[in-house]
């Protein structure tokens, strides 16, 4: 049975379809080429029964290669004439007998394959002019194919960064304290996951790709589990994120009904759109029935997360540090935090501060109200061991973590 068309290959197969018409040939395909084979991946024919899409052939034994080597012509209107064509196996069957072939060119000068036309009989037409043609239309399907080409290559590339991530059981988990920014006691902690340094990207960034590739519901199930090991270590609770539409799946739902729900605040990001709050509010029910709290993250950051406050009636309101840096300076900042502080109040829900980093933004946060902090000046992500039962509220802080490197949760959202 053939397979389907893209919309992209059905766009190439009208090009080679002009080929072999302008051309009088029987038979026009675009092809891939990779290291050892030759990928028919369009073909327009006179027989499409002997030709479908997909046909491979070894690439040392093709004409293509072998014009591309400088062995052969690109327009060859008489096959028998060449010695060198005659003794490959397209010669013989289907036995070609004219042909014409140019590259398929991308915009970075990767030659991805060839784009041809071929008879069964001899065609003393055959000329340079007929190759002009192809290369116009050989430029046309490169335009065409590029996006595909492109997405496909990111998705390799992505496969093969990730896989050994998935393979290891997930990201890195550390935990950062969560304290009183009255006092000082921790109160909990949050669970923050950790890529590989040299990837250079942010966790939440990571996690998006996975969910590119199909498999971000794993991978934020698999760094849940991590950060679900250290309840075991650690007294307080444990924030955990999770994306909205992967807190729906079954497995999930299966492993957080086997926690201690009453030590776990389950943050959910504004990023993600919320489909159905309905259905949200429904799985969400038994869990926090069981003693589970539910934050909505990065409050402050977008519009998304006053309707996620709303429709969910969270316990836990998460300030986004985009206005806790420098609120001790900046007037308009401490208005909207109070504003919000009195949002949560209203609701009856906590106030946590995220990305505090100085004294200053640390004494305003406590005089507007805001419940609890979590940043750079408390204290940094680490192992469970390394968590305190209180933290000086006077402290310096050394290299404060910049936007790119602050901290990430255990899985972030698609943006």
């Given at each position: 049975?053939?397979?389907?068309?893209?919309?992209?290959?059905?766009?190439?197969?009208?090009?080679?379809?002009?080929a072999r018409?302008?051309?009088?040939?029987?038979?026009?395909?675009?092809?891939?080429?990779?290291?050892?084979?030759?990928?028919?991946?369009?073909?327009?024919?006179?027989?499409?029964?002997?030709?479908?899409d997909?046909?491979?052939?070894?690439?040392?034994?093709?004409?293509?290669q072998?014009?591309?080597?400088?062995?052969?012509?690109?327009?060859?209107?008489?096959?028998?004439?060449?010695?060198?064509?005659?003794?490959?196996?397209?010669?013989?069957?289907?036995?070609i007998?004219?042909?014409?072939?140019?590259?398929?060119?991308?915009?970075?000068?990767?030659?991805?394959?060839?784009?041809?036309?071929?008879?069964?009989g001899?065609?003393?037409?055959?000329?340079?002019?007929?190759k002009?043609?192809?290369?116009?239309?050989?430029?046309?399907?490169?335009?065409?194919?590029?996006?595909?080409?492109?997405?496909?290559?990111?998705?390799?590339?992505?496969?093969?960064?990730?896989?050994?991530?998935?393979?290891?059981?997930?990201?890195?988990?550390?935990?950062?304290?969560?304290?009183?920014?009255?006092?000082?006691?921790?109160?909990?902690?949050?669970?923050?996951?950790?890529?590989?340094?040299?990837?250079?990207?942010?966790?939440?960034?990571?996690?998006?790709?996975?969910?590119?590739?199909?498999?971000?519901?794993?991978?934020?199930?698999?760094?849940?589990?991590?950060?679900a090991?250290?309840?075991?270590?650690?007294?307080?609770?444990?924030?955990?994120?999770?994306?909205?539409?992967?807190?729906?799946?079954?497995?999930?739902?299966?492993?957080?009904?086997?926690?201690?729900?009453?030590?776990?605040?389950?943050?959910?990001?504004?990023?993600?759109?919320?489909?159905?709050?309905?259905?949200?509010?429904?799985?969400?029910?038994?869990?926090?029935?069981?003693?589970?709290?539910?934050a909505?993250?990065?409050?402050?950051?977008?519009?998304?997360?006053?309707?996620?406050?709303?429709?969910?009636?969270?316990?836990?309101?998460?300030?986004?540090?985009?206005?806790?840096?420098?609120?001790?300076?900046?007037p308009?900042?401490?208005?909207?935090?109070?504003?919000?502080?009195?949002?949560?109040?209203?609701?009856?829900?906590?106030?946590?501060?995220?990305?505090?980093?100085?004294?200053?933004?640390?004494?305003?946060?406590?005089?507007?109200?805001?419940?609890?902090?979590?940043?750079?000046?408390?204290?940094?992500?680490?192992?469970?061991?390394?968590?305190?039962?209180?933290?000086?509220l006077?402290?310096p802080?050394?290299?404060?973590?910049?936007?790119?490197?602050?901290?990430?949760?255990?899985?972030?959202?698609?943006?």
């Amino acid at each position: 049975m053939a397979r389907a068309r893209t919309e992209s290959a059905q766009q190439v197969a009208e090009l080679l379809k002009t080929a072999r018409e302008a051309l009088g040939l029987s038979l026009a395909f675009m092809s891939r080429m990779d290291e050892t084979t030759q990928h028919l991946e369009v073909v327009e024919s006179a027989l499409p029964l002997l030709f479908p899409d997909g046909t491979q052939r070894p690439r040392d034994t093709t004409f293509c290669q072998h014009i591309m080597d400088g062995k052969l012509p690109a327009v060859m209107p008489d096959v028998t004439k060449f010695p060198v064509a005659m003794r490959l196996p397209a010669a013989k069957m289907p036995r070609i007998r004219s042909y014409v072939s140019v590259p398929v060119v991308l915009s970075d000068g990767t030659v991805y394959g060839t784009f041809c036309a071929a008879g069964f009989g001899k065609d003393k037409e055959l000329s340079k002019r007929d190759k002009a043609l192809m290369e116009v239309l050989s430029h046309a399907a490169s335009l065409i194919i590029e996006p595909d080409v492109r997405n496909r290559e990111r998705r390799a590339e992505l496969e093969h960064r990730l896989a050994p991530v998935v393979d290891a059981g997930g990201p890195l988990v550390v935990l950062q304290p969560i304290v009183d920014v009255a006092t000082g006691r921790r109160i909990g902690a949050e669970a923050l996951s950790r890529f590989p340094q040299d990837w250079n990207q942010a966790p939440d960034v990571c996690f998006a790709e996975a969910h590119e590739l199909g498999i971000g519901d794993h991978l934020e199930i698999l760094a849940l589990r991590k950060a679900a090991e250290h309840l075991a270590h650690v007294d307080g609770y444990v924030a955990m994120n999770i994306s909205p539409t992967t807190l729906l799946t079954d497995e999930c739902l299966d492993l957080l009904g086997r926690l201690p729900l009453d030590r776990i605040v389950l943050e959910l990001s504004e990023h993600q759109q919320v489909e159905d709050y309905d259905l949200l509010k429904g799985v969400l029910a038994p869990l926090r029935g069981g003693g589970m709290r539910l934050a909505i993250d990065d409050v402050g950051a977008g519009f998304s997360s006053l309707r996620h406050i709303v429709l969910t009636q969270p316990d836990v309101i998460k300030l986004d540090r985009s206005i806790v840096t420098g609120v001790g300076a900046d007037p308009v900042l401490r208005v909207l935090t109070r504003s919000l502080v009195d949002l949560a109040v209203g609701c009856g829900a906590t106030v946590v501060a995220e990305g505090v980093e100085t004294e200053a933004d640390s004494l305003a946060l406590a005089g507007l109200g805001v419940h609890h902090g979590q940043g750079w000046f408390y204290g940094r992500p680490g192992a469970p061991s390394a968590l305190r039962p209180s933290y000086e509220l006077r402290q310096p802080i050394l290299d404060a973590p910049t936007a790119t490197s602050s901290n990430h949760r255990v899985s972030s959202p698609t943006p």
